[in-house]
């Protein structure tokens, strides 16, 4: 294997030492700690594929190469025979246990819901929603929102950003680390808005959509897209709805907004998800972006979170019965139900992208609902 050095992903180094204390005990004697079952009509496959861009050289490869990054596909499927895919491919697995300061088998032990290489379910012009993680996030860190959204009815396309995400593999065995040079500034957000206008391109080339299971005589031509990231992913889409025309709609979780604002001059729908107490009344950059938001907008907050709230870890500390030991202080990941948050957030993701892709509508973001009282419409 070849390893290119690296970062950690800033929401788990922040846990590591306490991880490192208590995470053991969860391993010794646990088969599995399951994620949480997706909350829709529709069980989820999941396939993950690398994609090269010839036509681009990858500005932080140390040496010349094209850019080639890797995606996780989640969509809807009957083929619920196969087994449900790991969290990590093995190997990479373990190398994170170790790269982490984590017990070994831990992340081996946490059991996504989707079935791995399941046949994609015949949906007429499936709606796709795009997504970018945090700086120095995988995309596997996401897995619970991926999954609830593909259970009603969105193939969902998840991307690394290859360099930038803490760990990637490569079919050929080639595990890329997160650099740490990279630091979310505008080369930065370049080279993601071109990794999501790649993706979104490749989705009319039959030799990539080909290698989707149950994908024969079929295209993407007519499929609407819309697309959400979480942190620095969240001010990457931003970027991706004013440089692709394809992409209808966004959502930026909890996203920091940095030298772009006075640029912008967007028309599409947008919606700021921010966690407890972070609204444009409080953050000058979400302020300005806010009155170029020209089309439909909407801001809300979740009570009790955190910035890390919208990744997966905090659910997965829960299963594991370790939160209250990794995070007494609820700093980290708040005091919301972190099981609970994940429900509410792929509600409100879900209540966008169908308000977007599928004519909903956004009563949601207009009116607080009795049923997600944590919501605070700003």
């Known amino acids: 294997m070849n390893f290119v050095m690296a970062k950690f992903s800033f929401g788990v180094l922040h846990a590591l030492s306490l991880i490192t204390l208590c995470a053991s005990g969860a391993v010794n004697g646990r088969s599995k700690l399951p994620l949480p079952a997706p909350p829709g009509s529709h069980s989820v496959g999941t396939i993950s594929l690398e994609m090269i861009d010839h036509s681009r050289m990858d500005p932080y490869a140390p040496t010349p190469q094209p850019r080639a990054i890797m995606v996780s596909l989640f969509y809807p499927t009957t083929d619920t025979h196969k ?3 790991p969290y990590l491919p093995a190997k990479l697995a373990a190398i994170a246990d170790q790269y982490l300061g984590l017990p070994a088998g831990f992340i081996e032990n946490i059991q996504p819901q989707a079935h791995f290489n399941a046949r994609l379910k015949e949906i007429h012009d499936i709606p796709i ?7 120095g996030a995988a995309r596997e860190e996401y897995t619970i929102l991926l999954e609830g959204l593909a259970s009603y009815g969105y193939l969902v396309i998840a991307m690394d950003h290859t ?3 803490v760990l990637v593999e490569f079919p050929d065995g080639t595990v890329v680390l997160g650099s740490p040079d990279i630091n979310g500034d505008a080369q930065s957000i370049d080279v993601r808005t071109k990794d ?3 993706v979104i391109d490749q989705l009319s080339n039959k030799t990539f959509i ?12 007519e499929s609407k897209i819309a697309m959400f990231g979480h942190s620095l992913g969240g001010t ?20 920091p907004i940095f030298g772009v604002e006075e640029d912008l001059g967007i028309n599409k729908p947008f919606l700021m998800f921010g966690r407890d107490n972070h609204t444009r009344c409080n953050d000058p950059a979400w302020a300005e972006v806010w009155k170029h938001l020209t089309g439909w907008k909407a801001e809300i907050t979740l009570a009790k ?6 990744t997966d870890i905090g659910a997965v500390f829960t299963e594991a019965g370790l939160i209250d030991s990794l995070d007494p202080g609820k700093l ?16 409100y993701l879900k209540g966008f992208f169908d308000f977007v892709l599928k004519r909903g509508k956004d009563t949601m973001f207009r009116h607080s609902d009795p049923a997600f009282p944590e919501i605070t419409i700003v």
């Open 210 to 221: 080909t290698q989707i299971p149950g994908i024969v005589h079929r295209s993407f031509k």
């Open 305 to 310: 979170s955190t910035h890390f709230t919208f």
């Open 83 to 85: 087994p449900f895919a």
């Open 332 to 347: 980290m990941y708040g005091s919301i139900g972190q099981v609970r948050a994940t429900v509410v957030e792929i509600a």
């Open 236 to 255: 990457t889409t931003l970027s991706v709805l004013e440089a692709d025309q394809s992409v209808l709609g966004g959502v930026s979780l909890d996203g």
């Open 129 to 135: 929603i795009l997504f970018s993680p945090g700086l």
């Open 163 to 165: 360099h930038d995400a």
């Open 196 to 198: 999501s206008s790649f």
